[in-house]
């Protein structure tokens, strides 16, 4: 997979920050998963800009939104939205997250059952920080899908490990569709 790293994900804001005209007193931005870094938040916070990262849907994530407080949208036409604080893996700092639920099912009645349904299959992300041998050990796995894990370090071998994990039970999720 060719995904730019955090680092390259902060410079090309930055340089985009840059080549903004002088005058310009508010800078409002939205990115899609693909930036959600550490980096990239702060880059946008350097920049004092108002901004929205889509969150990248990982098993972590996805727990805490079983287990979220629902309730009715007040300012918008969403069905649902729960509010709460979400700490991304590497991040120094905790996130507010605002997450809303729109464009549900006519089929189906029962909201929990509409949430689960649009968050069953999570395709595998990699959960750990740039650098560590468990992020190299996914990664390895990721580009490779070897049939094992082999290898020295028991770090690189618990992260390509975890990369099958999460392929498996993605794998298994898309196949009950």
């Known amino acids: ?22 005058g310009i007193q508010k800078i409002f931005a939205r990115a899609d998963s693909g930036f959600y ?28 939104l079983h287990t979220a407080d629902w309730k009715r949208s ?9 509010e709460f604080w979400y700490q991304p893996e590497g991040a120094l700092t905790l996130a507010g997250l605002l997450v809303t639920l729109a464009c549900t099912s ?35 796995a990721e580009r490779n899908n070897p049939g094992n894990c082999g290898g020295s370090s028991q770090s690189f071998i618990e992260g390509c490990e975890e990369y099958h994990r999460q392929d498996e039970e993605f794998e298994g999720c898309e196949s009950k569709k």
């Open 1 to 22: 997979m060719d995904r730019p790293d955090g680092k390259q994900i902060a410079r090309h804001l930055r340089g985009v920050i840059a080549a903004l005209p002088k």
């Open 37 to 64: 870094c550490c980096e990239a938040v702060h880059a946008y916070e350097k920049a004092k800009a108002h901004f929205i990262i889509v969150a990248r849907k990982t098993s972590r994530l996805l727990e805490r």
């Open 106 to 140: 006519s089929t189906s009645s029962n909201k929990a059952d509409q949430r689960a349904a649009a968050a069953a299959c999570t395709e595998p992300e990699n959960p750990y920080a740039e650098g560590s041998g468990h992020y190299a050990g996914y990664e390895w």
């Open 74 to 82: 007040p300012k918008t036409d969403a069905d649902e939205q729960c």
